[in-house]
C-alpha cells in the first residue's frame, strides 16, 4: 500500500499511475494531474487529523479550490510512480495558499500554484478554524496569523 509522509514543512503523498488515468497513448490526461493534487491537499490535511468529512460535520466548513495555476512540464505515464508534494505557503483569514508538485524520480512533471478557499454550507467566506489554522501554521512553519493573501496576477 502506498502512505503519505511529512518531510519537515512538505506533504509527500506517493501514488501510481493506473490505465484509467491515461488516455489511448498510455500518457495521463491533464485533468488528472489536478485529481492527483487534490489527494494531494486531501491527505495532507488528514495528516494533520482534519478529515475534510469530520470538519464539514463538526464545523459546518468545507474547502474549495478559489484559483489554480498549473505548469505542465512532462508527461506521466501508465504505471508510473509519482510523488505529490503539497506545501503551504501562507495561511489568510479563510484561504490557504499551497505550492504542489507532482513528481517522477525526482523531476517535476507539473507544478501548481492553489489558493484554496474556506467557506460554509451556504457558499460564503469562513474563518479557519483556530485549531486547524494552528496545526496548519505548525506544519508549515508558519506564524498561526497572517496578512490576506494578495491576489497573484497573471
Known sequence: MISAAMAGT????????????????????????????????????RSLGFEHSRVLSETGIAFT?????????????????LT?????????????SLEQQICRDGATLVALDVLVA??????????LPSDLRAALARHGQLPA???PIVQKTP
Do not use: Q
Open 10 to 45: 512538505t506533504h509527500s503523498l506517493p501514488l501510481r499511475v493506473y490505465y484509467e488515468d491515461t488516455d489511448a497513448a498510455g500518457i495521463v490526461y491533464y485533468a488528472n494531474y489536478l485529481k492527483f493534487a487534490e489527494r494531494g491537499r486531501t491527505e495532507m490535511m
Open 65 to 81: 479550490v478559489r484559483r489554480l495555476s498549473a505548469d505542465y512540464r512532462a508527461a506521466a505515464h501508465l504505471d508510473d510512480a
Open 84 to 96: 505529490v508534494e503539497t506545501k503551504i505557503e501562507a495561511i489568510g483569514a479563510a484561504t490557504l
Open 118 to 127: 474556506c467557506v460554509g454550507r451556504d457558499g460564503r467566506p469562513r474563518r
Open 145 to 147: 496569523s497572517r496578512p
